[in-house]
């Protein structure tokens, strides 16, 4: 059984940056794909982004290209989201979540969820 558990959330000004962090236990990490997701108040959860096992592969929701960038460790157990030019629109809890399916796979593939992480951009 995969345990994730996201962190490196925060306060930061519009225009500013962060960098979340995902780190995974409990199972083989390395073979499996793994998503950002975010979920605003009073909205669905959405995808952000998603990198494939090996790191080779990733997909971006539009709202994530050309600002946010996702990438992993595998020696580390650990997946990161740096997201850049932040926006109040941004403001969310971001998720983690893994999947043994490809990077295409849609929200419901997700078996595996991490706690959240909640991002806040004032402006």
């Known amino acids: 059984q995969v345990q994730l558990v996201g962190s490196g959330g925060g306060m930061v000004q519009a225009g500013g940056s962060l960098r979340l962090s995902c780190a995974a236990s409990?199972?083989?990490?390395?073979?499996?794909?793994v998503g950002w997701f975010r979920q605003a108040p009073g909205k669905e959860r959405e995808f952000v982004a998603a990198?494939?096992?090996?790191?080779?592969?990733?997909r971006y929701a539009e709202l994530a290209k050309g600002r946010f960038s996702i990438s992993r460790d595998n020696a580390k157990n650990t997946v990161y989201l740096q997201m850049n030019s932040l926006k109040p629109e941004d403001t969310a809890v971001y998720y983690c979540?893994?999947?043994?399916?490809?990077?295409?796979?849609?929200?419901?593939?997700?078996?595996?969820w991490g706690q959240g992480t909640q991002v806040t951009v004032s402006s």
């Open positions: 409990g199972g083989t990490f390395s073979s499996l794909t």
């Open positions: 979540a893994a999947t043994r399916l490809s990077i295409a796979s849609p929200l419901s593939a997700y078996n595996y």
């Open positions: 990198i494939s096992w090996g790191g080779s592969s990733t």
